[in-house]
């Protein structure tokens, strides 16, 4: 179910010390985990601070500069998440966020009055400093519940670097009638732990305790064979918080071995985690106790903050305005809070639009289930509360035929009524009845990311790489300046015969202006015109030219490709056709909770069975293959989708498909129609993919036997018959507020649109400024050009009177000479 639309920041400090990495670790991936979930409606902002744990001083300035630096921003903390495990780096942390009133959950070690700064905490602080046992702080007390159970009067208690046995030494076996010793292992050296063994058994010790992980188990093992310590008169036991068994070359030797073990339900939960978020930190149970904490902390936060339990007028002091006497006064309740987050997985309630959790609603909740319930109420009146299945499961059977989820909560009498988008199924209808369909056929079909078209207005430069275009141009002005070269020095060019070609119509001297031009506008249908006169002028313009065909071939054909290859795409449409690509493209990711894939699972176990060769003739004859034909293509399927790994979460399922390249390579969501319908509806990238298969109503669970069975069919079908299902469906599907108004997809099949080829039109604007600019530039030029002065203007004309008399008199000469 939808928690809330609205986000909570929560800003929080997290101080660790540098030894615990894993609980840093375990932190990110509960912060992945709120990021990844949107409808817990969590924004983390961390402020991270590290030290060492035997440098407080150090550590303390850290923590107060870190602090201090947050209140100036006024970005001031809502809780303290406190890792240090133990030593005076903790304690000085504690002093600190006592003497400062910070809400603090704390991971440390120790037990009640192990933490001496938090000893003598009034009520009112002991609500907002909480403590919280690690693993590797519980396990060792195992040890003093079989020392009383087994009145054991002797034992050595050895300890690695896993665990923190400072506080211990006195409070383990507090009151015990045992004579105890506690001491670390003094090294990995087999000899060296002989030694040790050796030293404890002179103290006439004969029960022995190792906590550690499993390398130091078997090293004390081994040793301890070696020194012949197995037998009668002795007795070991082993602690562990790793995964697995302990190993040693022991021979007749008997240990107690003990380890925590998760739970079904906790070991489920822990195996989504750790696949979905990569939470593969060692020992496991310290990664998840770490995980638990800090997602414990963030709910517990906001539900303070949403519920207005949070006080308004916080106060914050900084470290240099405490004085010992001014800690502020605190009416915060975080103990509570914390002790009644439900740590469900959230993102597997999310059942829009069928329920939907809303805290204005009269029950907590909406969607078309409520309005549906509070229909059929009106008819068989009745009252009702929701509440919400524990494990957050619809309800699915193992392999022992025990059953989780809301089916469970109406198996075993604990619900009366199992309302949600739940499909009818012959296993489930063996345990519980259920009402007639109130909603369609709802099979599984495919989401997929909505393909995008990409465009550009240049697309038309897109057609040839980059250095295809440089190339071209470099062969433009190579070419251009050995025409003006050939010109020039060749002796029959029209620069040096210009006498020649003094009657020929049409003259051209190839400047390097004219070659650049004659090189440009032989690309274009216009032609370059006159060629140059000389042969090797001609033999270089016919070698452009049968350049520039081939480039300008080339280019036409691949733009007419590149703008209509996109329309030429083949979509998929169906199952068949995304069953064609699991070997290429797809990958399948089908969801985990809702819908388990039971479809390709059972397929590909039926396939199996009727192709077994044990099977008699008769026995094969009862599957009847050959009237339902089984496609190999199912199997090929669900062997890809184990291959690509299921997704734990809805959200990580859409996740998958938008990180997908396109809409033909990526994964594909085989999902719930209503879940992939919704999600389509709320989001404008996603689209859904062919016809729903595999198809089943959806109805009203109760629990055998129950009357409510016979009264909810007559009401549904009262309101079947009013059209009220279909007034409730046109409410929350066709008027759903959340639907988003997404833009229409350009349909290509029109033609070439102009955000195609825009371009070239922007090309053509920008020639005709061009040329606008030019002519100004021209006409600029020619008004303004620098004329003759009036010197200039004597000396012309004194040049040319000397000129005329020059003239005359030489006429003159030639007049006597001819008398």
């Known amino acids: 179910m939808e928690l809330s639309s609205i986000v909570t920041a929560l800003t929080l400090v997290l101080i660790n010390e540098e030894n615990n990495a894993l609980a840093e670790k375990s932190f990110e991936v509960a912060k992945e985990y709120v990021r990844r979930n949107p409808m817990l409606g969590l924004a983390i902002d961390p402020v991270i601070v590290v030290g060492n744990r035997t440098d407080a001083k150090a550590f303390l300035e850290n923590v107060c500069r870190k602090y201090n630096d947050m209140l100036s921003a006024q970005k001031t903390p809502h809780v303290v998440l406190d890792f240090t495990m133990t030593g005076v780096g903790s304690e000085t942390i504690k002093s600190f966020t006592a003497a400062l009133a910070l809400p603090t959950i704390s991971g440390s070690f120790g037990q009640t009055g192990d933490l001496r700064q938090w000893r003598s905490l009034n009520v009112n602080q002991t609500k907002y400093l909480l403590q919280v046992m690690p693993p590797a702080d519980i396990l060792p007390e195992s040890i003093r519940a079989v020392v009383t159970k087994q009145d054991i009067t002797n034992a050595a208690i050895i300890f690695d670097e896993n665990f923190v046995m400072d506080h211990k030494y006195k409070s383990l076996l507090q009151n015990i009638p045992t004579r105890h010793v506690i001491t670390p292992v003094k090294s990995f050296s087999k000899e060296d732990i002989k030694t040790q063994l050796r030293s404890l058994r002179e103290l006439d010790v004969v029960n022995f305790f190792i906590v550690g992980s499993l390398r130091t188990i078997k090293n004390v093992l081994d040793a301890a064979d070696e020194n012949q310590y197995f037998g009668r008169k002795t007795a070991w036991f082993a602690l562990s918080l790793d995964k697995g068994d302990i190993s040693c070359g022991c021979k007749d030797a008997t240990i107690v071995y003990m380890r925590p073990t998760p739970d079904a339900n906790s070991r489920d939960r822990l195996g989504k985690i750790k696949t979905t978020y990569s939470m593969n930190g060692e020992p496991e149970i310290t990664a998840a106790f770490y995980f638990d904490l800090s997602l414990r902390t963030f709910l517990a936060v906001k539900s303070l903050l ?5 006080p308004n007028d916080m106060k914050y002091i900084t470290c240099d305005e405490y004085d010992g006497k001014n800690t502020p006064n605190r009416t915060l309740d975080l103990k509570t809070a914390f002790r009644e987050v439900r740590c469900l997985d959230y993102h597997n309630m999310k059942q829009q639009p069928f329920i939907i959790r809303d805290e204005e609603a009269p029950k907590g909740f909406k969607g078309y289930c409520i309005d549906l319930i509070e229909e059929i109420r009106q008819i068989v009146k009745f009252d009702y509360e929701i509440t919400l299945s524990p494990d957050g499961n619809y309800g699915t059977m193992d392999e022992n035929g025990n059953w989780n989820g809301i089916i469970k909560e109406l198996i075993e009498k604990r619900a009366d009524i199992g309302l949600t988008s739940l499909s009818v199924m012959a296993e489930r209808e063996n345990v519980v009845d259920f009402t007639v369909p109130y909603y369609d056929l709802v099979g599984i079909t495919i989401m997929m990311k909505l393909p995008r078209t990409p465009t550009s207005l240049f697309k038309f ?30 002796p029959y060019s029209y620069q040096n015969n210009r006498e020649k070609y003094k009657d020929d119509d049409e003259k051209r001297e190839f400047t390097l202006k004219e070659c650049l031009w004659f090189c440009m506008t032989s690309l274009t249908p216009q032609g370059g015109g006159e060629a140059p006169k000389n042969l090797s002028g001609r033999l270089l313009a016919a070698t452009w030219w049968l350049f520039g065909f081939i480039i300008i071939a080339s280019y036409t054909a691949n733009l007419a490709a590149f703008l209509t290859v996109s329309r ?14 699991y070997k290429t493209i797809h990958r399948y990711i089908p969801f985990q909770f809702k819908y388990k894939p039971e479809f390709f699972v059972k397929t590909s176990i039926w396939k199996d069975m009727s192709l077994n060769d044990s099977l008699s003739d008769v026995e094969r004859a009862k599957l009847a293959v050959w009237d339902y034909p089984v496609s190999d293509k199912y199997s090929k399927m669900w062997q890809a989708m184990k291959e690509a790994g299921l997704p734990n979460t809805i959200e990580e399922a859409i996740e998958r498909v938008r990180q997908s390249k396109s809409s033909s390579e990526g994964f ?18 996603l689209q859904m993919v062919g016809d729903e298969f595999s198809r089943k109503p959806y109805a009203i669970a109760v629990q055998q036997g129950s009357p409510l069975k016979d009264q909810f069919n007559n009401a549904i079908l009262q309101l079947l018959n009013k059209r009220k299902l279909e007034k409730l469906k046109e409410n929350w599907w066709n008027n759903n507020p959340m639907a988003r108004a997404c833009d229409k997809q350009d349909d290509q099949s029109d033609g070439i649109s102009i955000q195609n080829i825009g371009g070239v039109f922007i090309v053509i604007f920008l020639g005709i400024a061009l040329a606008c600019a030019t002519l100004a530039a021209e006409y600029w030029w020619y008004k303004w050009r620098r004329r003759p002065t009036i010197s200039d203007v004597t000396r012309v004309t004194q040049c040319l009177i000397l000129y005329s008399v020059t003239t005359l008199v030489s006429q003159l000469c030639q007049y006597k000479l001819l008398q």
């Open 668 to 685: 594909a969501w085989l999902g719930d129609a209503t879940d992939v319908r919704y999600h389509v509806l709320t989001n404008c990238d």
């Open 306 to 310: 949403d519920s207005g339990n949070w």
């Open 568 to 581: 030429l795409d083949t979509p998929i449409e169906s199952l068949d056709d995304l069953s064609k690509q």
């Open 461 to 490: 430069l897109t057609v040839l790489e980059n250095d295809v275009w440089l190339s071209i141009l470099a062969a433009y002005f190579f070419t251009s300046f050995l025409m003006w070269a050939f010109d020039k020095w060749s």
